[in-house]
């Protein structure tokens, strides 16, 4: 079964160091992240708005995945990426395409209203990809 993922998760992911909103976020994030870690031939449906990670964000918390701002990061990414919501790619699909469309120093443009863009994380991620490494394990 295909994981179903919005645009700017793609980033995200790679840069996922066990931090997040909540524990059951971290757990499904950590889920996500190591299946597509351990089979980069996993199946990728890209998805407009909430995806399978926003499905675990805190009820409590500053639900954002339907806001404008996170909506136009996803259509930005797909748009630097070549891909479009409704396709279905493999993961190592996605790795080749952010190893030859992104640069760390992008996601300053592209991901400037994330919060979490000042841990440095996704840079390092998109980093590690353009160089042909493995990303950590978690």
């Not at 351990?38 to 499905?55: F, K, M, N, R």
């Not at 443009?109 to 994330?114: D, E, K, S």
Request: aromatic share 6%; glycine share 8%.
């Amino acid at each position: 079964m295909a994981i179903r993922l919005r645009g700017h998760h793609l980033l995200c992911l790679l840069g996922f160091r066990g931090m997040g909103y909540s524990e059951a976020y971290v757990h499904n994030m950590k889920q996500v992240y190591r299946r597509l870690l351990e089979d980069s031939s996993t199946s990728c449906t890209l998805v407009s708005g909430p995806d399978q990670l926003c499905a675990c964000f805190p009820a409590d918390g500053d639900y954002h995945c339907e806001s404008r701002t996170v909506s136009e990061r996803d259509a930005a990414i797909l748009a630097r990426l070549g891909l479009a919501v409704g396709q279905t790619v493999s993961w190592q699909d996605i790795l080749e395409r952010v190893k030859h469309n992104v640069a760390p120093a992008d996601l300053n443009a592209i991901c400037a209203t994330c919060p979490w863009l000042p841990y440095g994380v996704c840079q390092e991620g998109v980093g590690l990809v353009a160089a042909g490494k493995r990303l950590p394990a978690i």
